[in-house]
Nanobody
């Protein structure tokens, strides 16, 4: 059974940091491009960051550049998203995505709330 389980979300003050994790199982993690998306009510899901299967290349939304860092550990079947200098507008449900060819898997998401 394919599973993507996110963790690490929570309530943080503006300017704070969080580290999100997404633990994968049930597929060959090291073959998949991994991404983090976020969504807030009434808005379309937004691609935040992506990392290639080997971890050699990353890409970020403009809103994430300079503040967020995506990384992966293929030995642990886990992808991470380090969130720094958080702003109120970063409040959203963050979900991880695994993609390889026509295979496309999603986690349930973890809530990040940035508020004082």
């Amino acid at each position: 059974e394919v599973q993507l389980v996110e963790s690490g979300g929570g309530l943080v003050q503006p300017g704070g940091s969080l580290r999100l994790s997404c633990a994968a199982s049930g597929f060959t993690f090291s073959s998949y491009r991994m991404s983090w998306y976020r969504q807030t009510p009434g808005k379309e899901r937004e691609l935040v960051a992506t990392i290639t299967s080997g971890g050699g290349n990353t890409d970020y939304a403009d809103s994430a550049k300079g503040r967020f860092t995506i990384s992966r550990d293929n030995a642990k079947n886990t992808v991470y998203l380090q969130l720094n200098s958080l702003k109120a507008e970063d409040t959203a449900i963050y979900s991880c995505n695994a993609k390889f060819s026509i295979r496309n898997y999603w986690g349930q998401g973890t809530q990040v709330t940035v508020s004082s």
